[in-house]
Each structure stands twice: as C-alpha cells, then as structure tokens.
C-alpha cells in the first residue's frame, strides 16, 4: 500500500484551472450568504436545476453515497447523516463541475468586436 499524501503539504496549485475552480466556489459561497442576508434560502435545488433533472441526480448522488460509504439497505437509516454528507458532496461536486464545463465553453466562444 503506498503512503497517503499529508493533506497540510499539499502544495496550492497555480494551474488557470484551480484559480476557475476557486472563483467558482467564492461566486456560490456569495450567492449563499447574500440568501442568508436577505433572509431567505438558498435554494441548491433550483440552482441545479439549470443543469439536470434534480430527482435524478439525487437518487443517483444517494445511490453513490451508499456504495462509497459501503452502507448496507439495513444500516441507511442509522449512518442517515453520513449518506446525506456523501450526497451533498456528490451533487456539490456535480455543481461545480457543470460550472466549470459552461466556464470553458463560455471562455472558447468567439468574442464579438465592439465597435
């Protein structure tokens, strides 16, 4: 088995990619405390919506958090907190990289003069 890296040494990367993939997590981070602040919620929900079929992906970033974390159809219920963690992080995860798709197409689509 090889040895895991120490995850406190893991140099910051100056790939264009990180930098994308850091401002896309700033820009939600905005977009959830501006809900916050205006009292309301912030609605990944509808967020994700502009992407894929909500209910699919849920069933799927569930199905995925149950094989991931190994749980049993009798242990769901009781690890309820661990599968719920593992699914947002999948659908985050499904987020971000639908941001960062639309970011490199935005980013190779002709710009037109200004004139």
Known sequence: MTDQPNLMEIVEPEHEDFFVMQAMIESLNQEFAEANEEGREFDLADY???????NSLAFVAIQRAITVLRVSAEEVE??????????????????????????????????????
């Open 48 to 54: 994700l919506a502009q992407y894929v079929d909500t």
């Open 78 to 115: 009781a690890r309820i907190d661990e599968v719920t963690r593992e699914a947002s992080a999948f659908q985050d995860g499904f987020l971000m990289g639908c941001r960062f798709q639309q970011f490199q197409v935005d980013k190779n689509k002709p710009q037109e003069d200004i004139a």
